[in-house]
């Protein structure tokens, strides 16, 4: 069995695909995903996590 592992999604992205790469690696609906990132904006911590998640996480080899 190959490790997966996590990169932005080329094909569930609205921002950054940030929260699409991140369903992709659960194998859970992206849906799910922004919900809980739009809870965790109202904090403060949501949106800078999603910002340093843009810039670590590489994109999805391969694509369009």
């Not at 922004?34 to 080899?61: C, K, N, Q, S």
Request: proline share 6%; aromatic share 12%; glycine share 10%.
């Amino acid at each position: 069995m190959e490790p997966r592992k996590l990169y932005r999604s080329r094909k569930n992205r609205m921002i950054c695909g940030v929260c699409g790469g991140v369903a992709e690696y659960f194998n859970i609906d992206p849906t799910l995903i922004r919900l809980i990132l739009a809870i965790f904006a109202f904090t403060g911590t949501g949106i800078f996590a999603y910002i340093v998640a843009a810039i670590i996480i590489p994109d999805a080899p391969g694509g369009y």
